[in-house]
């Protein structure tokens, strides 16, 4: 079995060299014949199937160039066998393999099995590698939207396809062979990762981070063609949204992961690998709100370049710091030498995105000009101003350490109350944008529009801001706010009642809109309100996305109303905390294949009312001798008693439990599935307005030829 | 030695289907001046779309939406007057690459 | 709003034992290797946190000052016991940069939109005689007709 993984990865590799070097052939060949010929057709043209020198010169190259295609679809089929074999190897306990050796045991559940494939530096490269060549897979079938751009975005991804599978072949193989004799069983699956989501947190995060080299393939075929027009980033816009709600998916899984099983309470804690997910995050959503000045206004073409390129540039750099060692990090893998290999590309990346960048610049001028500052277009401009600058500061902080070593020759801790100070601030900026940008006209927006939409949502804000201050504290976490006792309750202030703004606005926007549709075709407001987003699903899908933003930003503002208790407990020991109190009822341990576990039973009581029973538990992994910690949450609207067994006292078995009262933590996951719902709502396409149908069917037919959009 | 036959086969597999190719290829419309126009035509006739609705949505107010509306109606009639002359002149219609 | 936040960070300011402890405590680092906040750090027999919450805990109690604490921690422990850089020396840098990058930024979109407000109409016809104004006036009547709701 490790013999043909082997060989189907060495396999992939040379279709991957195949693919890239022919593409490029035909590619520089096609590249040259166009040179010396003007072509003049519309309609799809096939081979012709003339004779002559220059006529089997084309036709050779795009044969070559349809293997080259044909070639990368393969390589997906390589890769996708190396991963089967791999996974079956982990089902079948094979520890002659190092990697299941190290990241497996016997007694490992099932679906654990199946997640050896990305617990680990090789397998998760080749998982990568898996998902890079999957995406290419899809583009290369799709390739008939716009064959020539579909050739050069192959070519590149191809390009990245071959780095990372050198890396799983001559640096981090994944099925090398154990030296010596054979273990009997493996020593195990980091007991952290023992949890269902981590299932699923890194296929998401990896989606994500892999996904952004499509957008940036094609922008960098665009680039490399002068391509005319804003199509290709038509053509993108989905690849990107896909993209993007995977990493969301991807970050805030990892978050939950985090709360549910790391026990200290929280769910971000500003760690280098964290942040690296969050710069391309960024970045992304910038490129997101760009690409609309691009297409709708043809501007900020050099800048959209550079963002999709940023993109795919901090993706690479995230999967760097995490496996390069460099910088330190709780989650970071193993120190190894693969960071030298991830520096060279990232190096290699940069010089050839410079490279034509530079050649080709002129080509990005755009012609549009801009009436006024108070404008849609600006507001985009601020909006890509600050995430950008929202990712310059996590990275800037990430790096700081590193900097601060250099210059003043010892390190310093960069945690969360640095990112507190510095992001939260321009977060709230942001949120201010995305109440107001949406709501600005293209163009140029008069201070009458600006009164005609603001005033009720404001005065809405202002009332909520209002009546957060003076309800009284006794209601529980956020009522009886006063924003005067700590910066940290001013922020929570600000940042509900920008969010109240932006729903206002949003509600408004969706409101306004169904009215139209209803004086057109009759339809009640709600049944006008489903219409309109079917009619524009990217703009009212995205103002669902800004929805669940804001439901996520007032369950992070809750953070401010935290509190916490420790206490040891024995039968009938009683702790409260906020309007809970907390009665111990009993403590035992257990025994199970895969581990040992010690549990407490711990009676609570809301307000003198019995609500029920919580058990948190510690586990004890045999295989990897490590211990975990599974605390038990109880969520409400309102705020989540999370309960950690934290140890026992060795003189009198009695449990250590810390109970927490996080504020609104629930509305962080409830506003995630928002932002999934909306980010599926984008992808919808649009219906077409009735009262519409026979012109565009007219003009339709006058046009021969109309490109796909197979975006 | 099952490995190495499944390997040989697989790879044999995948050659034929990287190499043989039979019939014609698809190589799609070539990107003329007027497809160009034409996008760009679909791109302000959206805006132009958006301003109506925005209008009646009564997010716009009458003077500024006059005055966008006419500029973006330029901005129209430029495209499609252009994008007529190179209809009926198809020799002053080059391709982009060239 | 900056005058605002600046406002609240003079007026604000805990005072009791119990918030300072915590106040501190969420500005400091475990130092065993976890990368945890101090009052944060939960991994059980942590050979680290327990003493030095200790620490603090009498040192709060003793009534010393915010910035001796700290100073005394950084002796014992080093600059990395600190959970983000100080406001004194080059650590400052930390703080400077980024809002040097976003007064930058606010900089370039003034000058961009400017220089955008100034750009010259497009042009359009390449190479094709000019457009008549009535020929101009029938596409437009076209375009409206088109995008009528």
Redesign the interface.
């Known amino acids: 079995m490790a013999e043909l993984g082997s060989f189907t990865l060495l396999l992939a590799l040379a279709l991957s060299v195949y693919s890239f070097l022919a593409g490029l052939i035909a590619l520089s060949f096609q590249k040259q014949k166009l040179a010396t010929q003007p072509t003049s057709s519309k309609a799809p043209n096939l081979v012709p199937q003339s004779s002559g020198f220059g006529s089997l010169l084309r036709q050779s190259s795009e044969r070559l160039s349809e293997t080259a295609r044909r070639a990368g679809i393969a390589s997906f089929g390589a890769v996708l066998l190396a991963s089967i074999i791999l996974v079956v190897c982990a089902f079948q306990d094979n520890f002659s393999i190092a990697y299941i050796f190290h990241h497996s045991n016997r007694d490992l559940p099932g679906p654990y099995k199946f997640a050896v494939l990305w617990s680990g530096q090789e397998g998760s490269l080749l998982f990568w590698s898996l998902l890079l060549t999957g995406y290419a897979f899809v583009l290369r079938l799709r390739y008939k939207t716009d064959p020539r751009l579909f050739a050069y975005a192959s070519v590149a991804l191809a390009g990245v396809q071959i780095f990372f599978l050198s890396l799983l072949n001559f640096a981090a193989h994944p099925f090398a062979i154990m030296q010596g004799n054979l273990p009997a069983d493996g020593s195990g699956l980091n007991p952290l990762l023992q949890y269902p989501e981590m299932v699923i947190h890194p296929p998401m995060l990896y989606l994500g981070y892999v996904g952004f080299t499509v957008p940036f393939a094609f922008a960098l075929g665009a680039l490399i063609t002068k391509y005319p027009g804003e199509k290709w980033i038509h053509i993108t816009r989905r690849w990107t949204m896909v993209t993007w709600g995977f990493l969301t998916c991807g970050i805030f899984l990892g978050a939950h992961w985090a709360y549910s099983v790391l026990g200290w309470g929280g769910y971000w804690g500003w760690d280098p690998v964290e942040n690296a997910s969050l710069m391309p995050w960024l970045t992304g959503t910038a490129f997101l709100h760009s690409v609309m000045m691009q297409e709708k206004r043809g501007m900020l073409k050099v800048w959209n370049m550079w963002l999709v390129f940023a993109t795919f540039w901090l993706a690479i750099l995230g999967t760097f710091l995490t496996r390069s060692g460099i910088i330190s990090s709780v989650h970071a893998f193993a120190q190894s030498s693969i960071g030298d290999w991830f520096a060279w590309f990232l190096v290699l990346t940069l010089v050839v995105f410079l490279f034509f960048f530079v050649k080709n610049r002129k080509h990005l001028v755009s012609e549009h000009k801009l009436e006024s500052l108070a404008s849609r277009e600006s507001s985009f401009l601020f909006n890509n101003l600050l995430f950008v600058l929202l990712c310059f500061t996590v990275l800037w902080g990430t790096w700081f350490p590193k900097i601060s070593e250099l210059v003043q020759g010892n390190k310093v801790t960069v945690g969360a109350p640095f990112y507190n100070r510095v992001a939260i601030p321009v977060a709230l900026l942001l949120l201010i944008l995305t109440a107001v940008g949406p709501l600005l006209a293209w163009r140029k927006t008069s201070l009458e529009s600006l009164k005609r939409n603001f005033l009720w949502p404001t005065i809405g804000a202002v009332i909520v801001a209002i009546f957060l201050m003076i309800t009284p504290e006794s209601w529980g976490s956020v009522f009886g706010l006063k924003p005067w006792h700590d910066i940290s309750y001013f922020y929570s202030l600000m940042a509900i009642s920008l969010s109240v703004l932006v729903i206002l606005t949003v509600a408004s926007e969706f409101y306004r809109g169904g009215k139209v549709i209803s004086k057109h075709t009759g339809q009640g407001t709600f049944a006008s309100m489903v219409q309109l987003t079917h009619r524009n699903t990217r703009r009212y899908g995205g103002y669902i996305v800004h929805f669940g933003v804001v439901v996520v930003i007032i369950g992070l503002a809750g953070a401010a109303f935290n509190q916490d208790q420790e206490k040891e407990m024995g039968y009938g020991d009683r702790m409260s905390i906020g309007p809970y109190t907390l009665l111990c009822r009993s403590y035992t341990e257990d025994e199970s294949p895969n581990y040992f576990s010690q549990w407490a039973m711990i009676d609570v009581f809301k307000n003198g009312k019995a609500i029920g029973s919580m058990t948190p538990v510690r586990r004890f992994y045999k295989a990897s001798q490590q211990t975990s910690t599974i605390p038990d949450i109880r969520s409400t609207l309102n705020e989540d008693l999370y309960l950690v067994f934290e140890g026992v006292n060795q003189d009198n078995g009695h449990p250590i439990i810390k109970a927490h009262l996080n504020a609104l933590v629930m509305w962080i996951w409830m506003g995630v599935w928002i932002m999934l719902i909306g980010t599926g709502l984008a992808l919808v396409p649009n219906a077409q307005a009735p009262a519409r149908a026979p012109v565009t069917a007219r003009l339709e037919r006058a046009q021969p030829a109309p490109v796909v959009t197979g975006d | 030695m099952t490995?190495?036959f499944?390997?040989v086969l697989?790879?044999v597999a995948?050659l034929f289907?990287?190499?043989y190719?039979p019939g014609?290829?698809?190589?799609?419309?070539?990107?003329?001046?007027?497809?160009?126009l034409?996008?760009?035509k679909d791109?302000?006739?959206?805006?132009?779309?958006?301003?109506?609705?925005?209008y009646?949505?009564?997010?716009?107010?009458e003077?500024?939406y006059q005055q966008?509306k006419s500029?973006?109606?330029?901005e129209?009639?430029?495209?499609?007057?252009?994008i007529?002359?190179?209809e009926n002149?198809?020799s002053?219609?080059?391709?982009?690459?060239? | 709003m900056l005058i605002l936040c600046a406002v609240i960070f003079l007026i604000a300011g805990a005072s009791d034992p119990a918030s300072r402890f915590s106040d501190i405590g969420h500005h400091m680092m475990c130092i065993c290797g976890c990368n945890q906040i101090l009052l944060e750090c939960n991994h059980v027999g942590c050979p680290a946190s327990d003493g030095m919450r200790g620490e603090l805990m009498a040192a709060v109690n003793r009534g010393d000052s915010d910035s001796l604490v700290e100073q005394a921690f950084v002796q014992k422990y080093g600059p990395t016991v600190l959970a983000a850089p100080t406001g004194k020396g080059f650590d400052r840098v930390a703080y400077i940069i980024p809002v040097i990058a976003l007064i930058l930024g606010f900089g370039l979109i003034v000058m961009v939109v400017r220089a955008w407000r100034n750009r010259p109409a497009p042009a359009i016809a390449g190479g094709l005689p000019p457009i008549r104004a009535s020929e101009l006036d029938q596409f437009r009547e076209q375009a409206r007709r088109e995008t009528e709701l």
């Open positions: 490995w190495l499944v390997a697989f790879t995948t289907y990287v190499f190719i014609r290829l698809f190589l799609g419309p070539e990107k003329t001046r007027a497809g160009y034409r996008e760009r791109a302000v006739y959206e805006n132009l779309r958006d301003l109506n609705f925005e009646q949505a009564g997010k716009v107010p003077v500024d966008m500029s973006l109606q330029d129209a009639a430029a495209i499609l007057a252009e007529a002359r190179l002149n198809p002053s219609q080059k391709g982009f690459r060239s």
